[in-house]
């Protein structure tokens, strides 16, 4: 196995000066059937609850994870680590921190869609504590077809049962 130089990498809130810098990433992660236009990627940034953290190294953008949430209920919208930065902890520690502004804002339970082809994916979102609820037939363009996958992340309140 080739040596790996320890990589560091920041996270930072999202900033709109980014957008650009984003989207380029998020054309380079996911075929372009499945990457997000321009606008479905500035909707997603305006949803109500909207987060977006990014990840740098050396003061550029590597990665990003984009999420929303209403009420007691999270989702991913998408994460993006460019290729050449991955399986250094970047995804791991963008979700971190997405879990923990959904805890601070009350959600009790993240949901997420993923291709059911994307082993790599769905072997990182089960690592996490996530697991496979249904398949979503048709989900993506092209006909493909998507895992529903979810992880409780704070117990039910007793107002809500």
Sequence with gaps: MPFRAAVTFQLRAYLPADFDQLYEIDQICYEPEIAYSRRELRNYMRFPGATCTVAEIDGKIAGFCLAAWQDEIGYIVTMDV???????????????????????????????????????????????????????????????????????????SKTSL
Excluded: C
């Excluded at 996490?128 to 989900?139: I, P, S, T």
């Excluded at 077809?145 to 039910?156: E, F, H, N, Q, V």
């Design 82 to 156: 460019l290729p050449n930065h991955r399986r250094i902890g970047m995804a791991s520690a963008l979700l971190r921190d997405v879990e923990q502004k959904f805890l601070i804002a009350g959600v009790q339970a993240i949901w997420l869609e993923t291709a059911m082809e994307n082993e790599p994916a769905i072997a990182f979102w089960q690592k996490h504590g996530f697991g496979k609820v249904r398949v979503r037939k048709r989900y993506y363009p092209g006909g493909r077809d998507a895992y529903s996958m979810t992880k409780l992340i704070a117990a039910p």
